[in-house]
C-alpha cells in the first residue's frame, strides 16, 4: 500500500519561502511521475506541479512558473516543491500524489493519480 505524507505548510507572510516536502513509501518510488495540486476554500482541486519518474521532466501550471521548483530525491523517496514571492493567492491545502503510469513524465489531470497524501496547509497573509 503507498502512503504519501505531506510536510512543511504553515502561516508566511506574501513574498515568503517555503518548501513542502512528500515522504514516499510503498513501492518503487523513481518508476512513476509525482505531483503537487492545491484546493483553496470553495474550490476545485487544481494542478500546481509535476515531476516525471526520473526527475528529468517538469511542468508548471501557468501561475507559479517561475516561482515554485518542484524536485524529487529518488533515493530518500522524496518529492518537494520549493516556492518563492509567495502570494496570498497561494493559500490552500497542498496535495502530494504519485501517478498510476509507470516510466512516465510529469502528468496534469488528476485522474492521472491513484495515490494522494492527507494534505498540507499553507496560509499566505498579504
Known amino acids: 500500500q503507498v502512503q504519501l505524507v505531506e510536510s512543511g505548510g504553515g502561516l508566511v507572510q506574501a513574498g515568503d519561502s517555503l518548501r513542502l516536502s512528500c515522504a514516499a513509501s510503498?513501492?518503487?518510488?523513481?518508476?512513476?511521475?509525482m505531483g503537487w495540486f492545491r484546493q483553496a476554500p470553495g474550490k476545485e482541486r487544481e494542478f500546481v506541479a509535476a515531476?516525471?519518474?526520473?526527475?528529468?521532466?517538469?511542468d508548471y501550471e501557468d501561475s507559479v512558473k517561475g516561482r515554485f521548483t518542484i524536485s524529487r530525491d529518488n533515493a530518500k523517496n522524496m518529492v518537494y516543491l520549493q516556492r518563492n514571492s509567495l502570494k496570498p493567492e497561494d493559500s490552500a491545502v497542498y496535495y502530494c500524489?504519485?501517478?498510476?503510469?509507470?516510466?512516465?513524465?510529469?502528468?496534469?489531470?488528476?485522474?492521472?493519480?491513484?495515490?494522494w497524501g492527507q494534505g498540507t496547509q499553507v496560509t499566505v497573509s498579504s
Open positions: 510503498g513501492r518503487t518510488f523513481s518508476s512513476y511521475p
Open positions: 500524489a504519485q501517478g498510476w503510469r509507470m516510466l512516465s513524465g510529469p502528468r496534469r489531470r488528476r485522474d492521472e493519480y491513484n495515490y
Open positions: 515531476i516525471g519518474g526520473s526527475g528529468d521532466s517538469t
